[in-house]
């Protein structure tokens, strides 16, 4: 375990190693919460639009469910686990760990920036796909989880998870988005798809 916890240390502190005065105002741009609602809004207006209103409402419903879950359960794992932020960590700050916010909440394990982040991209491009089997939406499937991506390594360049936080993050939300879209896959077939003779 300490071996991994060195690790997980050393690739933190080398992720965190790039940062610029332009790139650290990119990293807190991309790690505010806020700047996400807009984009959700236009990707749930095109479910509507691309499944129908029944299908589409689904889906949403499970996108909005995928979020809670992973969020929820990253917040109160946090508190469990009591692992500190990097930025609370002496040792890393005395070896050159880039921190250019405010500091938050004292416990980081494990991302829920990771944990939504993944989990919306995951549910929202399987919701995609329910519709019609022949569109695979590769570039709407690249895209976002680009933006997954560049969301949870914001956080290490921010100093406010290691990696092996964002890591974990990234592989809960897969899963919790998977969980959602199947659940929405499984409503969709069973009351709104007209059985085939």
């Known amino acids: 375990m300490e071996r991994l916890i060195g690790i997980d240390q050393e690739i933190?502190?080398?992720?965190?190693?790039?940062?610029?005065p332009w790139s650290d105002q990119f990293w807190m741009f991309l790690s505010d919460v806020r700047i996400w609602f807009p984009m959700y809004g236009v990707i749930l207006g095109m479910m509507l639009y691309r499944l129908g209103w029944k299908k589409g409402l689904v889906v949403i419903l499970s996108c909005i469910l995928c979020i809670v879950l992973a969020d929820q359960i990253s917040y109160h794992i946090k508190e469990g686990i009591d692992r500190l932020r990097p930025y609370y960590t002496t040792e890393l700050l005395q070896r050159g760990l880039h921190w250019p916010v405010n500091r938050s909440s004292f416990f980081g394990f494990f991302s829920g920036h990771a944990s939504n982040s993944f989990g919306f991209a995951m549910c929202s491009w399987l919701g995609f796909r329910l519709n019609d089997k022949k569109y695979r939406y590769r570039v709407y499937g690249c895209c976002i989880f680009?933006?997954?991506v560049l969301v949870a390594l914001s956080r290490v360049m921010m100093a406010a998870h290691f990696f092996g936080?964002?890591?974990?993050?990234?592989?809960?939300?897969?899963a919790v988005g998977l969980f959602c879209a199947?659940?929405?896959r499984g409503v969709i077939r069973k009351w709104m798809e007209k059985p085939t003779a």
Not at 12 to 20: A, C, D, E, M, V
Not at 165 to 174: E, P, Q, R, W
């Open 12 to 20: 933190t502190l080398w992720l965190n190693g790039f940062h610029s």
């Open 146 to 148: 680009a933006w997954a």
């Open 165 to 174: 936080d964002i890591f974990v993050g990234t592989l809960f939300g897969m």
């Open 182 to 184: 199947a659940l929405a």
